[in-house]
């Protein structure tokens, strides 16, 4: 178990900057997911911290040591590709114990180890299977043992899911998680998908173009956006921008653009704290919305319902109010007429100023 | 100035920092056995070839070059301006296309032989007009057949067209043995269409530069045929239809979409075809004594090794010649892609290209087409085939009656035997030699592709199927006669180390691309489990590559067993320890019989040996492509 520590870690290829100078901390035991769009770099900080690329400038730590120019047979790494990259020429057995090999155990040891982990992965009974024998899901979980059964100081994972259908990967997404939870190795993992990366991880570093836009807990990043690329690309809400007329400590008052209207809100996170004159985004969540009964004196907002879907658990209703789309969350067994105005009410405190 | 000079060192050191990066111990040794081997039996042995031609004992000196350029010998044209139209003439060209004999056969049937001879330009022209027809002729041949398999559909045109690659299966020496049988006066072609159809009313016997441009564009077809195959099937077939629904139609879709899609693969294919017809050896051997010896490769052969033990001067002045004219039109091009193509004898894309049915007229016509070049092409390998096995073969068009003594009787010279085991041995040491060379190269050029200045060495080792062979062999002659390598004392040596290098490239490109298939992850994946960069190429890359591997090998071993200039060039100097391709030299010429039946034996075994291998070395590749899917 080991901190893994970035300082300004920088990547080209040619041109394109695919790692800009990332700097951030993996505590002990933590699942740290890097999540952003496709070709945002998180597959080179991955393969950097791997030692499967040699990063151009900065440096990469475990613990207090350096390990930027340490090739990675001497990072006590395990890594999970995306298409999982069993060794077509050895079986499943072969496959996982092909580490232990290579570390000198003895016969005994390698062939209890491997059992052990076969088990631990539910696979059990499969070991002269060839890869090719087995379904995308037990692949993965090949690939997954593979990389835990040498008990590396870290664990890599560079969208291990993506391959699989729907449930399979919902399902393998708690299992994941579980057996880390149990082996408590310190995890970096690489999604596109923000559902997944909320469901699985302590923490989160949001990325776009190479740099890092936002590192938190699920909640943080979802509740306290620090900037517009993260407000929009984590999770859905209404968006309004908008100019900071007045500012009563954490309150703001802020004139929207689209509509005619003034607003209170507070600011999304407090390192972007904005001041009287700064241009902002309002973002108000769906669920944040309430319908509104009776008339309140501000941060009410009369829309237009052109549809709404059923989702279970709540009414998803989108709306407009002049140019401005709303997506608005209501308790499922509300009545909201579609072609009718109906008014909304966003309380202050979830109303989110974001400074631009 | 100052920023300048820090930006290069900036630029060096980064460099530097990824090359510590990327090679290992094991890198470095790998690819200094490479560079080594390609030094000392190639690049140095070149420089050689440059350096004597211009230095002698008494300092440099450009008198053999001024030498070559005026004997009318070698350059005997001279080009006057006139006043009349067309306001030039040439003088110094000798013979002329062909000339007609006729005799009175006893029965008193008067016969009419048309001999084609072709013009005699001088050695240097010679070999630039023997290239350069072969060349056009084989694009417009090998063109027009893949583009009749590309384009349209009709019964048995899949068999067809691996029937028409067969001249791949074998080389211009063996070939022009079997061919040279079949055009003579008395050969089978004029005894089947002169005496037996007679639907022609003289007999045609062909020598000199005709017979070499035959002989070569029967062999180098496929090549070209290979290329624009490939280009045609994988032209996108929405592109066609797009022109097609814009108004374009036939030759003018052909002359507008298709034919500038294709050619690029075309020129690069008739380009190799170029240089393989001008560094070609074996074909003006078998035509001796007719102009055909009048080309650059037979006269640095004939001049190379003096029985006093020296290489004259002018031998290595004409091999500097051919050895630009490939470099030329190398550069020129620097298309090498055709190269690699070749060395990996690949049949073609992947894709289902759409075809057109034809209509009945027009199928007899390809048909036609399609089987008199069928029937040219494989005439120099039936040729070969029923020499071998002919007892007594006079004016008939088959043997009149067949044996296996021709083959008794090689193996009863012990020369032969000898021989035969020479090429053997050879061989299979150079294959080991060209198996770990190659895997490395291969390697290094598929893996390292982050160290700076890698495209280097891919070039490096692609390189050796256009530097003329024959140009290879003088340097080695020059860099070491008279050094304990010599090839008077033992031709093992220079002969392994120039089929090593000569043919490494087929080796080269079968486990390059078997690498390129291999997900370079699953090397990764075994560096994060904590094997070393060595190890992983032990246990997980060459296990992987082990049939890629196999087929290359199988490919270098047989072309190194069919090698003539080397190895003709070595044989004279030093007749124990020749290979087969120099007693089947020396027979055509040399031998007792003085007949072609036993070289015809000797060359049947190395064609049946090319066929058993390179159609293996396919087949293995073919399987191993659809075994490693779904993985
Ligand atoms: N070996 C390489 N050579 C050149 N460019 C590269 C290389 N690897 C990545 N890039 C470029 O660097 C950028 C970041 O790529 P990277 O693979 O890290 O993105 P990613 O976030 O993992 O994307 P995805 O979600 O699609 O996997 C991209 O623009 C990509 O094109
Ligand atoms: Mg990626």
Known sequence: MVKIRTVDLTKRFGEVVAVDHVSLEIQHGEFFTLLGPSGCGKTTFLRCIAGLELPDEGKVYFDDQEVTEVPPHKRDTGMVFQNYALWPHMNVFDNIAYGLKIRGYKKEEIRKRVMEVLKLVKLEGMENRTPHQLSGGQQQRVALARAIVINPKVLLFDEPLSNLDAKLRIEMRAELKRLQRELGITTLYVTHDQEEAMSISDRIAVMNQGRVMQIGTPQEIYKHPKNEFVARFIGQGTFLYGEVVAKDGERLKVRLEAIEKEVLAVPSHPEANPDVGDRVLVMVRPESFELAPETRDSNEFEVEVYHVSFLGNSLRVQARAGDAPFVIEVDPDEEVPVGKSIKVYASPELTLAIRL | ?631
Do not use: C
Request: aromatic share 10%; net charge positive.
């Open chain 2, 1 to 631: 100035m100052g920023s300048r000079a820090e930006g290069l060192e900036e630029r060096l050191k980064r460099s530097l920092r990824r090359l510590k990066w990327e090679m290992d111990p094991f890198s470095w040794s790998q690819l200094f056995i490479v560079l080594a081997a390609f030094a000392a039996f190639m690049l140095i042995p070149l420089g050689m070839v440059i350096v004597r031609s211009f230095y002698t004992s008494g300092g440099f000196t450009l008198d053999s070059l001024k030498l070559v350029l005026t004997d009318d010998y070698y350059f005997p044209l001279r080009v006057h301006l006139t006043s009349d139209f067309p306001f030039i003439s040439m003088e110094g060209v000798r013979g002329s296309l062909y000339h007609v004999v006729e005799y009175t056969r006893p029965t008193g049937e008067v016969v009419k032989i048309i001999y084609i001879t072709g013009w005699d330009f001088g050695v240097l022209v010679n070999s630039l007009v023997v290239a350069t027809s072969t060349a056009i002729l084989s694009t417009v041949l090998g063109f027009t057949l893949a583009f009749i398999f590309a384009k349209y559909k009709f019964p048995g045109a899949e068999a067809l067209r691996i029937i028409s690659l067969i001249p791949l299966l074998s080389t211009p020496f063996v070939g022009a043995i079997g061919l040279k049988r079949m055009i003579v006066s008395d050969g089978v072609l004029n005894v089947l269409f002169h005496d037996i159809l007679r639907v022609i009313p003289f007999k045609v016997e062909i020598t000199g530069l005709p017979a070499v441009i035959m002989v070569q564009t029967l062999i180098f077809y496929p090549i070209v045929m290979l290329n624009a195959y490939t280009a045609l099937i994988s032209l996108d077939p929405s592109l066609e239809e797009q022109a097609i629904n814009m108004g374009a139609s036939g030759f003018r879709l052909f002359r507008t979409i298709t034919l500038p899609l294709a050619t690029p693969g075309v020129e690069a294919g008739a380009l190799l075809v170029f240089i393989l017809a001008l560094e070609d050896l074996g074909t003006p051997i078998v035509f001796k004594g007719t102009v055909a010896e009048k080309v650059l490769t037979f006269q640095i052969f004939n001049r190379i090794f003096t029985p006093a033990g020296l290489i004259s001067q002018e031998a290595t002045t004409l091999a500097l010649i051919l050895l630009v004219i490939s470099a030329v039109v190398f550069v020129a091009v620097r298309r090498y892609v055709s190269l690699r193509r070749y060395a990996m004898l690949g049949k073609g894309g992947i894709w289902r290209p759409r075809r057109r049915r034809l209509s009945n007229k027009t199928v007899v016509l390809v048909y036609v087409f399609v089987f008199a070049v069928l029937f040219f092409a494989t005439l120099p390998h039936i040729g070969v085939t029923l020499l071998a096995f002919s007892k007594e073969w006079g004016t008939t068009i088959l043997p009149e009656s067949y044996t296996l003594n021709n083959f008794k009787a090689v193996l009863a010279d012990e020369q032969a035997r000898r021989s035969i085991v020479n090429s053997l041995v050879y061989s299979g040491i150079a294959t080991v030699f060209m198996v770990i060379l190659g895997v490395s190269a291969a390697y290094l050029v598929s893996r390292k592709k982050g160290v700076p200045g890698i495209e280097a060495l891919d070039l490096l080792v692609t390189l050796p199927i256009a530097v003329p062979g024959i140009a290879v062999a003088t340097g080695l002659f020059l860099t070491y006669l008279g050094t304990p390598l010599s090839p008077t004392i033992s031709g093992a040596p220079l002969l392994i180390a120039s089929y090593t290098v000569r043919k490494i490239p087929f080796t080269v490109r079968s486990v390059f691309s078997g690498l390129e298939q291999t997900d370079k992850a699953l090397d990764e994946v075994a560096w994060t489990v904590g094997a070393s960069r060595t190890r992983t190429f032990f246990t997980i890359i060459l296990p992987l590559i082990a049939l890629n591997v196999l087929a290359g090998g199988m490919l270098s071993f047989i072309y190194s067993m069919s090698e003539v200039s080397t190895g003709i060039v070595v044989g004279d100097a030093n007749h124990r320890d020749a290979p087969m391709t120099w007693k089947m030299y020396d027979m055509l010429f040399h031998g007792l019989a003085g007949g072609l039946a036993q070289p015809a034996a000797m060359g049947f075994m190395l064609m049946g040996l090319q066929f058993v291998f390179i159609v293996g070395a396919n087949l293995l590749l073919r399987k191993r492509a659809t075994a490693l899917i779904g993985v």
